[in-house]
């Protein structure tokens, strides 16, 4: 993962003087690689140590290895940066094409590689102990949140999908916590509705689950487990969450994966199950019942 990837993912770990070394290092890059240890130091009013252990807290071997991953980075953003530009007026559908698709590997590539496999495990385990699914989102969040419902509605759990806050926020507050999950996913982590929703669950003591973007905000402070996305390339006037949505799916098709792999046996079961009820319903309508 990028530098910035990895400072983006460590973000609500590090203590104030690595964050001085973040700021530092993001708005200087170029000058960084030209540093030593103690040059960084002095330049972020840090230490040594500081900077060592910065380096190892954002998972490099050392300040040479990441060094080395700044190098590589700011080549790839001179040799490729209009590939990661928004759409222009009257592009050629090549240009589109070569866009969409950097942007897309470079998302997932970055989704993936930020995982934390404990927090995926807690995430298995708090499924396994409900029956019901509570899902919200609004926007394209809610795009999300059906095919999570669409993937463990075929394994055998009460899914209710919503992004209506009136339809929602009712059962999240007489719902059984002992029975059910509140899965919220908002890219920002700022939805206001979605916010509300994690807090009334809060106060209900109904378990959290939630999706957002790299980093620390008000709803993933508020899940009781957060699982999260690398920071889509978009720009504040993207025409459309195009990005955001290529990573949130990935996430979840590696949760949904992982689930049915740490529960084959009954996870294919019941997907069998799902399959044969479908293909019934499916000939039914072709026969006109």
């Not at 900077?51 to 490099?60: G, Q, Y």
């Not at 049915?260 to 997907?271: F, L, M």
Request: charged residues 20%.
């Amino acid at each position: 993962m990028s530098v910035r990837g990895n400072i983006q993912n460590a973000s609500h770990e590090l203590s104030t003087t690595e964050n001085q070394i973040a700021d530092y290092v993001l708005a200087h890059p170029n000058e960084v690689l030209n540093m030593s240890v103690q040059d960084l130091a002095k330049a972020s009013g840090t230490s040594a140590s500081t900077v060592s252990r910065f380096a190892r807290r954002l998972n490099f071997g050392g300040y040479n290895e990441l060094k080395l991953q700044l190098s590589a980075d700011l080549t790839a953003v001179d040799n490729d940066s209009a590939l990661y530009e928004e759409i222009q007026r009257d592009e050629s559908l090549y240009a589109i094409k070569s866009k969409l698709l950097n942007n897309a590997e470079r998302s997932l590539r970055e989704t993936v590689d930020q995982i934390r496999p404990e927090r995926v495990e807690e995430v298995i385990t708090r499924l396994q102990k409900c029956r019901q699914i509570l899902l919200f989102g609004v926007g394209a969040s809610y795009l999300v949140i059906e095919n999570i419902a669409q993937k463990w509605s075929r394994l055998g759990y009460a899914c209710v999908a919503s992004d209506d806050p009136n339809q929602i926020l009712p059962l999240i507050v007489t719902t059984n916590p002992k029975d059910s999950v509140l899965w919220l996913v908002s890219n920002s982590g700022e939805s206001p509705e979605v916010v509300l929703a994690a807090q009334l669950a809060k106060e209900a003591g109904v378990p959290i689950i939630t999706t957002t973007k790299m980093g620390t905000n008000t709803l993933s402070r508020l899940g009781d487990v957060s699982v999260q996305t690398s920071q889509p390339m978009e720009s504040s006037t993207r025409i459309a969450a195009t990005q955001s949505l290529h990573a949130q799916f990935m996430l979840i098709d590696i949760v949904y994966y992982a689930f049915v792999s740490k529960h084959y046996t009954n996870a294919s079961k019941n997907v069998n199950i799902s399959r044969k009820a479908i293909e019934t319903y499916k000939q039914s309508m072709h026969n006109g019942f």
